[in-house]
């Protein structure tokens, strides 16, 4: 079975430029994750999908940062403008079922992203 | 709140056991994790226990569980240089898969 796919793997922009990232889970997985990973730091969640919709976004800076899940299978995760603080891995995750069982969390390869 | 705590390095010789602790403060988590993250990629799901258990063993994994004292432990028996990364502790709740993540433990396995 393909893994999580996520691409680019590495990024690196200027403050207040916009990057987007791209993930495509685990085929059939309802569940999609992005998480932050800053150096030295385990991940933080930003955002969790079920199907198209946003599960928990409570960690996310919305005023900076979006993520969608249109058709409920790839999503994308944006920052606009991106502030140096922003530099980090940025890893999405998938599960193949409903919170309420213990569900193994796949991981992709993260997208390393440096805001200079 | 969720908050994980974890020490940072370890180093071991190849053959010895090794030990990683964790400290957890949601006595409400349902279920305790410990994620290996090797370098350049994501994480991978080693293992994990229930919050009523004090034991699990699976392999040359040992986790054991504190909860009086919200201590988590992973015990790696005869440790393999393949074991070198880091180790994240994670908490859980029922009936929510979002995921509290300590900073890691980084493991060197010496030859």
């Known amino acids: 079975e393909a893994g999580v796919a996520q691409s680019p793997r590495y990024k690196i922009i200027e403050k207040r430029q916009s990057v987007a990232f791209w993930c495509n889970p685990i085929s059939g997985h309802a569940t999609l994750y992005w998480y932050q990973q800053i150096l030295g730091q385990g991940p933080k969640l930003l955002i969790q999908f079920q199907n198209n919709g946003v599960v928990d976004d409570s960690q996310l800076p919305k005023d900076r940062f979006s993520a969608e899940r249109l058709k409920g299978v790839d999503s994308t995760l944006k920052i606009q403008p991106a502030k140096l603080e922003d530099s980090a891995v940025y890893l999405c995750a998938s599960s193949g079922s409903l919170a309420g069982i213990v569900d193994e969390q796949y991981f992709g390869p993260g997208t390393r992203l440096t805001v200079t | 709140g969720e908050d994980v705590e974890q020490s940072l390095f370890l180093s071991v010789r190849e053959g010895d056991s090794s030990v990683i602790n964790c400290t957890y403060t949601?006595?409400?988590?349902?279920?305790l994790y410990w994620y290996k993250q090797e370098p350049g990629a994501g994480l991978q799901l080693l293992t994990y226990?229930?919050?009523?258990?004090d034991m699990k063993q699976d392999q040359r994994l040992t986790v054991l569980l504190n909860k009086k004292d919200k201590h988590l432990s992973l015990r790696i028996a005869d440790t393999q240089t393949g074991d070198s990364a880091i180790y994240f502790c994670a908490e859980g709740l029922y009936g929510n898969n979002r995921l509290a993540f300590g900073k890691g433990n980084q493991v060197v396995v010496i030859p």
């Open positions: 949601d006595s409400s988590s349902t279920y």
């Open positions: 226990i229930f919050s009523n258990m």
